[in-house]
């Protein structure tokens, strides 16, 4: 049964009305002080599909830091300019380890697992910025966001980024174990500068949602990368884009997705719709503890989940 715009907007806001009622909303990242005075209770869904009008509920016209979700849309800017040569670099294996994790590095000489914990992301930045000053790497990454989002009114947060890089101590000793290892062709303080920088990118669940829509594929969404790169960065959201929670957020959502310490989710639901979720909150895995609830309850009602539909929505397609 297809699901019409009326149902998915209806399914919106019976998440969002759950999500506000829910007593438990997660802690915020304090470990970045800019990040750490944002109100925890705030909830935004927004639903993105090629060629029809984006579904939003609750505060999804709220900017806020969508932080390690950046590392997609570089991950996509790092593959443009080198392709399979990235990989030399960093690995394509889920880590089981907390996104600030050093164990493998060590273990695994300077190659990091993937390229969605800081390590990983940290070369893969590095990898955009050979060649590149921060501000031409930076200005591709807004770009690149811009475009897919087809909005130009996405932009970094100086604050966030100076917070980072005054307090980011272990991505900064993550920076110097790779330069270490001969795996950082530029500064650590050049390279994280940037990191931080493209961390601090902010955009609202709509603009998000929209930003995602390059992933889902089809002759309507952004052709910005090529089908086969589509379905490659989805495989790595799914198995590595929540770090040690990417299991439990597969088995309860069953959706290629990507997490950032501000809160904000994006998950991909190939061929058919992007989703951005955002709740500042955060579980022990550093993931929204709401947005991932959110997102279980969204592949329940909706059916949607790369594994086939749950029993309980009886519905499919869309
Ligand atoms: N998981 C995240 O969103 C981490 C991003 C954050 N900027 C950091 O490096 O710690």
């Known amino acids: 049964m297809t699901l019409t715009t009326a149902r998915l907007q209806a399914i919106l806001s019976e998440i969002t009305d759950l999500a506000r009622a829910s007593d438990s909303p997660g802690k915020v990242a304090d470990y970045i ?57 960093v690995g394509r294996e889920p880590s089981g380890q907390a996104f600030y994790s050093m164990l493998h590095l060590e273990l695994e000489k300077g190659r ?50 100076q ?69 490659r960065i989805n495989a790595l959201m799914m198995t590595c884009g929540h770090y040690d929670g990417s299991g439990d957020y597969a088995y309860r959502v069953g959706l290629p997705g990507k997490s950032g310490v501000g809160g904000g989710i994006l ?10 979720v955002w709740s500042p909150g955060l579980n022990h895995y550093g993931n929204s503890k709401l947005g991932t609830e959110a997102m279980e309850r969204f592949a329940r009602l909706t059916g949607w989940s790369v594994f086939g539909p749950t029993a309980a929505s009886g519905q499919t397609g869309g």
């Open 267 to 276: 998950s991909i639901v190939p061929g058919v719709a992007s989703v951005a």
């Open 112 to 161: 990091p697992r993937n390229p969605f914990i800081n390590a990983g992301a940290i070369v893969t930045t590095d990898a955009v910025l050979q060649g590149a000053s921060p501000s031409e790497a930076l200005g591709a990454l807004l770009r690149f966001v811009r475009a897919a989002a087809n909005d130009d009114d996405i932009h970094m947060n100086e604050r966030v980024a």
């Open 33 to 89: 002080p800019e990040l750490a005075c944002i109100d925890p209770r705030q909830f935004a869904i927004a639903l993105a599909r090629p060629g029809k009008p984006t579904l939003v509920a609750g505060d999804a016209a709220v900017p806020f830091s969508i932080q390690s979700v950046s590392k997609v849309f570089m991950l996509a800017l790092a593959l443009g300019k080198m392709g399979d040569r990235l990989w030399a670099r």
């Open 163 to 231: 917070s980072e890089i005054a307090t980011g101590h272990r991505n900064f000793a993550l920076a110097h174990y790779l330069l270490s290892h001969g795996n950082l062709a530029n500064t650590p303080d050049l390279t994280l500068g940037t990191y931080f920088h493209q961390c601090a990118v902010e955009m609202t669940a709509a603009q998000l949602a929209n930003a995602g829509l390059f992933l889902v594929g089809g002759s309507d969404a952004p052709r910005l990368v090529s089908p086969q790169r589509i379905r």
